[in-house]
């Protein structure tokens, strides 16, 4: 109770470099903060840290707020309140390496292996005095660590020009003229709502590997439901620790819906390979096989074959990025069904002040086998996506923050019927870690 009611009167006065009757000075008030961690009177330690967190001087505040995370994750095991607090120093400190690896071990036990390592490259990429340099090696362990279970989740408002990714055109051609074409079947806007998450469970195997179960889902939800569509997946598999590479097995279901009804059940496996390539550069691949069985068109049932690769990296504790070539086959009943697709995307990220903003692009090309025989041509498609999207996380609440996305898209196609353009955007929440 004493402890509590200087608290109280340090909250009640400015804190300020000078003692005055009834206020404590920051190194009080510092004194009082641990003297109360180290009595497990954790409530009274936070009282204090978050007091002097409001410190209009930059190195204090954000010492109480070092302090302060360092006793939520060690002593109350809040790791995701510990990140947020790291976070708001890395928001005015960016190159505080100590913080961000701290940052980047947390994010590990939270199960965040690809945020913590993404953590562990901006810090290297923003130089690491020696006696640092060798706490990389030591953080660097706590990316075998894993959370048991967790998720994450976005939800949105989803406006869009094109719900049903559609053509404008009134006609479409064919070997025998041309057909007028159903509003149904032309390009269609829409308010909808968004719907992404995802859920994991780890457990152990032996010392370097553990059983890994994924379920995703997403959804874009609307007013007509004829336009819905759903989707739902798990995977799971080995995941092994090799060295400071990691290989990960999956295998498991997928069902979507479309428009409230099946649309088409998956079954297939990926292994994907990670490898970091000096301080602040990871390379990797996946590869994978999946069966298709189409509940709409029977010809499009078949085989997906897929194999991508890439590169990300930090540039500097604030900036990064990366870039993907992919090449997808699949070998449907029919071959005019049948295609391969290939191309390339890349992205960059940047931390401005408490916003996260990234910019993404991608291009691919889409060759059919063969020409449908009511089509003029042999499908031949050529796919531009730009995106753009921002986190607020000086507006985050209880671990959430919000999100607005935007994206473009623009597919030209020698069938008609597939030729589109699409503007779309979302505004809503997403998890913060």
Not at 267 to 277: E, Y
Not at 391 to 397: E, S, V
Request: glycine content about 10%; hydrophobic content about 40%.
């Amino acid at each position: 109770m004493v402890l509590f009611a200087a608290v109280l009167a340090a909250l009640l006065f400015p804190v300020s470099g000078k003692a005055q009757s009834g206020t404590l000075t920051p190194v009080q008030l510092f004194a009082l903060a641990d003297g109360a961690r180290d009595q497990g009177d954790f409530v009274t330690a936070e009282n204090a840290y978050r007091a002097l967190a409001d410190n209009p001087d930059i190195d204090l505040r954000n010492e109480a707020r070092f302090r302060l995370a360092l006793m939520l994750a060690n002593r109350e095991g809040r790791l995701r309140d510990a990140a947020i607090q790291l976070r708001r120093i890395l928001d005015e400190r960016p190159k505080a390496a100590r913080v961000r690896l701290e940052l980047a071990r947390i994010q590990a036990l939270l199960g965040n292996l690809g945020a913590a390592r993404r953590e562990m490259r901006a810090a290297q990429a923003g130089g690491l005095p020696p006696d640092v340099e060798r706490m990389v090696r030591f953080y660097a362990a706590a990316l075998k660590a894993t959370k048991p279970f967790g998720g994450s989740f976005d939800l949105a408002l989803a406006p869009d020009s094109n719900i049903n990714r559609a053509t404008r055109s009134n006609t479409l051609g064919t070997v025998i003229g041309d057909f007028a074409l159903d509003e149904n079947a032309r390009a269609r806007s829409g308010l909808g709502l968004a719907v992404r998450g995802q859920a994991y469970m780890r457990a152990p195997i032996d010392r370097n590997a553990t059983l890994l179960v994924r379920l995703s889902a997403s959804g874009d939800l609307y007013r007509d439901t004829q336009f819905d569509d759903v989707l739902l997946g798990l995977l799971a598999g080995p995941e092994y620790a090799l060295g400071s590479d990691r290989l990960t097995f999956g295998f498991g279901p997928t069902w979507r819906w479309y428009g409230l009804a099946p649309y088409s059940t998956s079954l297939g496996g990926t292994v994907n390979f990670l490898h970091p390539m000096g301080k602040t550069t990871q390379g990797h691949v996946e590869g994978g096989i999946t069966h298709t069985a189409n509940h709409r068109n029977a010809l499009q049932t078949g085989d997906v074959y897929s194999l991508s690769g890439g590169l990300d990296r930090a540039f500097s504790s604030r900036f990064g990025g990366g870039f993907q070539v992919f090449a997808n086959r699949n070998k449907a009943r029919d071959a005019g069904w049948s295609d391969v697709t290939a191309g390339m995307s890349a992205y960059a990220f940047r931390e401005i002040g408490r916003t996260t903003a990234v910019i993404s692009a991608s291009y691919s090309r889409l060759e059919a086998d063969d020409r449908l025989f009511l089509y003029r041509h042999r499908r031949a498609d050529e796919r531009v996506a730009i995106s753009a999207s921002t986190t607020w996380r000086a507006l985050q609440w209880k671990g959430l923050a919000p999100l607005t996305r935007l994206r473009w898209e623009r597919n030209r196609s020698s069938v008609e019927i597939y030729d589109y353009r699409r503007l779309a955007a979302e505004i809503g929440i997403t998890a913060a870690f």
